[in-house]
């Protein structure tokens, strides 16, 4: 008995979570169910999905409808240098 109660022992289990069993199609295709996208995914929206270990992660991804630039780290650097100059030229006229 004492077997069993130390193989049986709390710290030993590991946590289960319990999902959705889904048929994978031909060509790799699945549906999510519904329960599990409701609040994630929107209709027609875009998803990233990528292996970790012997899991698939499954990610929304949101977009925006304007346009984004990328700066470069001079620019970026440049930012913060003006950024500091302001906030002393503030400081010293007491607005700060």
Known sequence: MTEIR???NIENMQTATHGE????????????????RSGLFDEDS????????RKLVIEPIRTISYPVRS??????????????KETKNLKDKGLI
């Open 6 to 8: 130390n193989s049986c």
């Open 21 to 36: 069993i889904i048929k994978l199609r031909p060509r790799g295709v699945f549906t999510i169910p519904k329960r599990l």
């Open 46 to 53: 875009l998803a990233r999905i990528r292996r970790v270990g």
């Open 71 to 84: 700066y470069t780290n001079a620019e970026i650097n440049d930012f913060f240098d003006l950024d500091e």
